[in-house]
């Protein structure tokens, strides 16, 4: 587990699927900027299981237990090498309230601390500006604009492509405790 001071990230575990297809089935929840998709429990199992790209999905808790969201990383392969990529989403109710930034900073944090790795990176539509605050809160860098990165609810979407480097970085900002 990964402690903050507001919220804990832990990793997903099987006992989870029911309420991760029942966040990633909920247009609410996803938002009006990610991709609209229905999750069986069986989906989010596979997903879980899925380590192509070494997914690694968190539980985004807040320190009385009560799950409020999800934060993820991945690699994505570059032609040298791999880079990290993170993702997240809170519940509605939740939102604008420091948590999203708190839990991306943890995963900055770990993340910096755990691999030898230079670069994460983040996308977010181009319309989320809740997402872009939260990345340019932590550090990270707007790099430009894929275009037509996702189709989602009938439409091609361009995304902001964001990242923040170890240099950047320099130390953990809220990384107190590791479990």
């Known amino acids: 587990m990964l402690e903050g001071k507001n919220v804990n990230l832990r990793v997903a575990e099987k006992e989870d699927l029911p309420l991760i297809a ?14 609209l998709r229905q999750w069986s429990r069986v989906d989010a199992e596979w997903f879980l299981g899925k380590n192509q790209f070494e997914m690694k999905l968190f539980i985004i808790e807040k320190k009385n237990g009560t799950k409020i969201g999800y934060i993820n990383h991945y690699h994505v392969l570059h032609p040298d090498r791999w880079f990290h990529e993170i993702g997240y989403a809170l519940i509605p109710s939740e939102r604008n309230k420091g948590y999203c930034s ?8 770990y993340l910096f601390l755990s691999e030898d790795i230079d670069r994460i990176q983040a996308q977010t539509d181009i319309r989320n500006v809740g997402s872009q605050k939260v990345l340019e809160k932590i550090g990270f860098k707007k790099e430009g604009i894929i275009r037509k990165a ?6 091609w979407r361009d995304y902001h492509l964001y990242s923040i480097l170890r240099e950047e970085w320099k130390e953990p ?3 107190t405790k590791t479990i």
């Open 173 to 175: 900002k809220t990384l």
């Open 150 to 155: 996702f189709f989602t609810r009938g439409e």
């Open 22 to 35: 029942e966040w990633f089935s909920n247009p609410e929840f996803m938002g009006e900027y990610n991709i």
């Open 102 to 109: 708190e839990a991306a900073k943890l995963m900055v944090d």
